[in-house]
T-cell receptor
Framework: AQRVTQPEKLLSVFKGAPVELKCNYS??????LFWYVQYSRQRLQLLLR??SRESIKGFTADLNKGETSFHLKKPFAQEEDSAMYYC??????????????FGTGTRLTIIP | NAGVTQTPKFRVLKTGQSMTLLCAQD?????MYWYRQDPGMGLRLIHY???????AKGEVPDGYNVSRLKKQNFLLGLESAAPSQTSVYFC?????????????FGSGTRLTVV
């Protein structure tokens, strides 16, 4: 069965320091992975997806199939990065539709 | 273009009361989902729908029912609310073949059952 693990519930980082939010997955097929961000009391927004290999708001994430990881990184944290971050795995269900499995989330707090 | 709209935004229920949460999307998406968000548990799928008139159970369906009578609307019902259903509920939608462009989420409904 597919599973997404985010081992850190809380992460505090000083402004200007590097950030790494960990995500590991288990899935027998070819994974499609995403990072979603939720700012205080707002809806979830797509931050980035691994297939596009893009950098959004200074964040990057590389899919490592050998380690089954998709860690989110940013070299220099900013105060506006404080939010809840969810790693998610998309897959095709037995019924042929797309489904999204989320990790438990990491609350990132940037210390001024 | 509103995207995904959830109503109501907040609600307080007494144990045993019933209510319906509405999710409406104007993007002509085929698939719609209801999630609940709880601290330390992330988002868990309650029910989903792959098209008008079809629904299916997710991870945590007990205590909830859904209906998709119109393509643009996905209703989540609580027949007899329990305190364990206190949560933030999110609706999401996507169309097949979008190449995993990501789901569009609503802004959430914060439900408290006392």
């Amino acid at each position: 069965a597919q599973r997404v693990t985010q081992p850190e519930k809380l992460l505090s980082v000083f402004k200007g320091a590097p950030v790494e939010l960990k995500c590991n997955y288990s899935y027998s097929g070819s994974p499609e992975l995403f990072w979603y961000v939720q700012y205080s009391r707002q809806r979830l927004q797509l931050l980035l997806r691994h297939i596009s290999r893009e950098s959004i708001k200074g964040f990057t994430a590389d899919l490592n199939k050998g380690e089954t990881s998709f860690h989110l990184k940013k070299p220099f944290a900013q105060e506006e990065d404080s939010a809840m971050y969810y790693c998610a795995l998309a897959f095709i269900s037995n019924f042929g539709n797309e489904k999204l499995t989320f990790g438990t989330g990491t609350r990132l707090t940037i210390i001024p | 273009n509103a995207g995904v709209t959830q109503t109501p935004k907040f609600r307080v229920l007494k144990t045993g009361q019933s209510m319906t949460l509405l999710c409406a999307q104007d993007m002509n998406h085929e698939y719609m989902y209801w999630y609940r968000q709880d601290p330390g548990m992330g988002l868990r799928l309650i029910h989903y729908s792959v098209g008008e008139g079809t629904t299916a159970k997710g991870e945590v369906p007990d205590g909830y029912n859904v209906s998709r009578l119109k393509k643009q609307n996905f209703l989540l019902g609580l027949e007899s609310a329990a305190p364990s259903q206190t949560s933030v509920y999110f609706c999401a939608s996507i169309s097949p073949g979008q190449g995993y462009n990501g789901y569009t989420f609503g802004s959430g409904t914060r439900l408290t059952v006392v």
